[in-house]
């Protein structure tokens, strides 16, 4: 079955450590996305990427990192860097001819205390 | 700067009943919208979108929409609400190559 995979569903940490959350997709999609969703305020972008090796930041960057190594793949890094992590992180992707048609993951939900 | 205004951050109806989740929009120019629909603790899943070959649009489980240029709205809407339809529902906006996202409205469904 096609899809995006996110692991883990929860994830707890503690402040000033480093998380990695994973994001993979068989769609074959060149774009992929990374948002960040807290109750009441919809979802907010935080780095997209058209293609293998290129990025960019979103409307929430700060705090966060990205690779994109294979178009399969776009890991997202919470550094201790952002100051309120907690949050359900969710990732998609969409295939160039139809960027706005985004397929979603299940979504991580990160707990840091 | 585009954006997407959901009146109502919960909806509440009971089973059987007309479903109106209400988005607008702001745009200067033909916009791309979309209803996504999220349930509890998942991702989200494309509703039904306007790409401007139609004014009413169908989408999957009996939801439809409206585009109205003159209001810029693109109101949701389902005849009879079931309890499956109980979930979280965003409005968007196709601009620049991102999607900008209303916040969200919560259905409720009473049985």
């Known amino acids: 079955d096609g899809g995006i995979t996110q692991s883990p569903k929860y994830l707890f940490r503690k402040e000033g450590q480093n998380v990695t959350l994973s994001c993979e997709q068989n769609?074959?999609?060149?774009?992929m996305y990374w948002y960040r969703q807290d109750p009441g305020q919809g979802l907010r972008l935080i780095y997209y990427s058209q293609i293998v090796n290129d990025f960019q930041k979103g409307d929430i960057a700060e705090g966060y990192s990205v690779s994109r190594e294979k178009k399969e793949s776009f890991p997202l890094t919470v550094t201790s860097a952002q100051k309120n992590p907690t949050a359900f992180y969710l990732c998609?992707?969409?295939?160039?001819?139809?960027?706005?048609?985004?397929?979603f993951g299940p979504g991580t939900r990160l707990t840091v205390t | 700067a585009q954006s997407v205004t959901q009146l109502g951050s919960h909806v509440s109806v009971s089973e059987g009943a007309l479903v109106l989740l209400r988005c607008n929009y702001s745009s200067s120019v033909p916009p791309y919208l979309f209803w996504y629909v999220q349930y509890p603790n998942q991702g989200l899943q494309l509703l039904l979108k306007y790409t401007s070959a139609a004014t009413l649009v169908k989408g999957i489980n009996g939801f439809e929409a409206e585009f109205k240029k003159s209001e810029t709205s693109f109101h949701l809407t389902k005849p009879s609400a079931h309890m499956s339809d109980a979930a979280e529902y965003f409005c968007a906006v196709g601009s620049n190559y991102q999607l900008i996202w209303g916040a969200g409205t919560k259905l409720i469904i009473k049985p």
């Open positions: 769609l074959n999609h060149d774009a």
């Open positions: 998609a992707s969409s295939p160039q001819s139809s960027v706005y048609e985004q397929y």
